[in-house]
């Protein structure tokens, strides 16, 4: 069941209704505040909404070369792993 968990990220107040715990939905607040302070303190933007959205990039690329390396390793290992039934059997 999904209930309301508040966080705050850029320095406003949201409310995320979400069946995932509290602590992970602070910990995606938290890393989402932290990104985009590197931004800043890297001096790559001053302006929050800029500075935003180079942090949306940044992630969505680390996301997308993630994802596409975790694909690579499951049809590797589907290759080189023997195949077993349901039942637990060698096929």
């Known amino acids: 069941m999904k209930?309301?968990?508040?966080?705050?990220?850029?320095?406003?107040?949201?409310?995320?209704?979400?069946?995932?715990?509290?602590?992970?939905v602070h910990a995606v607040a938290a890393y989402v505040n932290d990104r985009v302070a590197e931004i800043i303190a890297n001096g790559q933007t001053v302006d929050t909404l800029n500075a935003a959205v180079l942090?949306?990039?940044n992630m969505s690329g680390d996301y997308l070369r993630s994802s596409k390396k975790?694909?690579?390793?499951?049809?590797r290992l589907d290759t080189e792993l023997p195949a077993i039934d349901p039942a637990g059997k060698k096929e």
Do not use: F, K
């Open 70 to 75: 975790l694909q690579h390793l499951l049809t």
């Open 3 to 24: 209930r309301p968990i508040q966080v705050t990220v850029l320095g406003q107040p949201y409310t995320v209704r979400t069946e995932a715990s509290p602590a992970e």
């Open 55 to 57: 942090a949306l990039m």
